[in-house]
């Protein structure tokens, strides 16, 4: 359904605003005031109608915020900021108390580097409306290569309220976005949980996607059983050497592939509707590296034997060295056709059958 010129207008104001003030909605929710408040109402007062949509999927979070089980998770995963826990680094600093962990995100409020409908993702996701796209400050990891250092190390970003963040989210919805996908939002779990509950409330009904490095704790990803949609985290490492040296995070490869395990556990194998457009599922990402540092087809041969064969995976190409990669001679380069071919041409001859379509043309 086409939307109005005035209707865009208005929800693209509401985006603009959130970024350049922080607009709290409804709520003071900030750390400074001197006070613990409680998690933000959800009684759904005030709401916004969510356009007509041809899909008739809806997400099972609406049946978890109408039982009032979302809010419990939400304040379940809030209190594990006490002494934190929220990825396996478990940090155990109390960030309701203005302490910063490894990852130096705030408690109380959030830090959000970017709002938009998002038309670079996998295209199952993007369809005509764009993915309605949450960039989040600050990270769990430390890759010496990563694209947007300034948002995940440096922490670049607008500090916004789980009222801010829920209205965003319904905005998104308003523009057209197929999905409500956060990108990094571990460390944020709480904080949008809490924000759904909200949103869900004032009429959001479009897929969460959880767009994740893929390090989390299972104990962790268990809460959010029935409140993700859509899992998209990344395999980057194989081998624990490399991950080590690339992301400061020798443990990664384990606890990525039993946290991969309970997402596909949890939402299976994502297809498309009848509109080419994936509401449901798990979406793997995988980035080949120069001179196989991210083990590919190690990382191809476990998907193979743990996985279905028709599990979604987008092998990406796009490596490129930046933030501090010209350090490490191995990945100081980008990566040449033949290295991609050879692990597109792996994933093939392991019976992989579900290629995302940027990688499928790779193949004979």
Same mark, same amino acid.
């Given at each position: 359904?086409? $939307? ?8 693209? *104001? ?6 350049? =003030?922080?607009?709290?909605?409804? #709520? ?24 007509? %949509? ?10 978890? +915020? ?13 209190? $594990? ?10 940090? *155990? ?10 990852? %130096?995100?705030?408690g109380y409020r959030l830090i959000l580097a970017a709002i938009q409908p998002h038309f670079g ?6 369809? %005509? ?14 890759? =010496? ?14 500090? =916004? ?16 976005? +197929? ?11 709480? +904080?949008?949980?809490?924000? &759904?509950? #909200?949103?869900?409330?004032? *009429?959001?009904?479009?897929?969460? =996607? ?12 268990? &809460? ?58 798990? $979406?793997? @990402? ?28 987008? #092998? ?5 060295? +930046? ?6 001679? @191995?990945?100081?380069?980008? #990566? ?18 579900n290629l995302d379509s940027r990688t499928a043309r790779w193949l004979d």
């Amino acid at each position: 359904m086409k $939307m109005s010129i005035f209707r865009t207008a208005t929800a693209l *104001g509401l985006l603009s605003v959130f970024l350049m =003030v922080g607009l709290s909605t409804r #709520i003071s929710y900030g750390a400074g005031s001197g006070e613990k408040p409680d998690l933000p109402r959800t009684d759904g007062r005030s709401g916004s109608t969510p356009i007509s %949509r041809e899909s008739d999927f809806v997400p099972s979070y609406v049946e978890l +915020h109408k039982s009032g089980e979302l809010a419990r998770r939400a304040g379940e995963l809030w209190q $594990m900021m006490e002494s934190c826990t929220l990825c396996p680094r478990s940090c *155990g600093v109390n960030r309701l108390a203005g302490e910063r962990g490894y990852c %130096r995100a705030p408690g109380y409020r959030l830090i959000l580097a970017a709002i938009q409908p998002h038309f670079g993702e996998e295209r199952p996701l993007v369809g %005509r409306g764009g993915s309605g796209t949450l960039f989040f400050s600050h990270c769990n990891l430390r890759c =010496v290569f990563c694209q947007n250092y300034q948002i995940s190390i440096q922490g670049r970003g607008t500090a =916004v309220s789980i009222n801010d963040l829920a209205a965003a989210m319904l905005s998104l919805q308003e523009l057209g976005s +197929h999905n409500i996908n956060v990108v990094t939002p571990t460390h944020y779990s709480p +904080h949008i949980v809490a924000a &759904l509950d #909200i949103a869900a409330g004032q *009429g959001l009904r479009i897929p969460l =996607v959880w767009n994740t490095s893929g390090w989390e704790r299972v104990e962790v990803l268990r &809460l959010l059983d029935g409140v993700v949609d859509i899992y998209l985290p990344d395999i980057k490492f194989a081998a624990s050497a490399e991950a080590g040296e690339y992301t400061a995070t020798p443990s990664y490869p384990e606890d990525t592939r039993a946290a991969v395990l309970e997402m596909h556990r949890q939402v299976g194998v994502a297809r498309p509707d009848s509109g080419g457009i994936i509401n449901r599922g798990l $979406m793997i @990402r995988h980035l080949v590296m120069p001179d196989s540092a991210s083990g590919s087809r190690e990382v191809l041969d476990w998907i193979a034997e743990n996985l279905p064969s028709d599990t979604y995976i987008n #092998i990406m190409e796009q490596y490129s060295p +930046h933030h501090q990669a010209f350090n490490f001679p @191995r990945i100081a380069r980008r #990566i040449d056709p033949g290295e991609y071919q050879a692990v597109v041409d792996h994933a093939r001859d392991l019976g992989l059958t579900n290629l995302d379509s940027r990688t499928a043309r790779w193949l004979d």
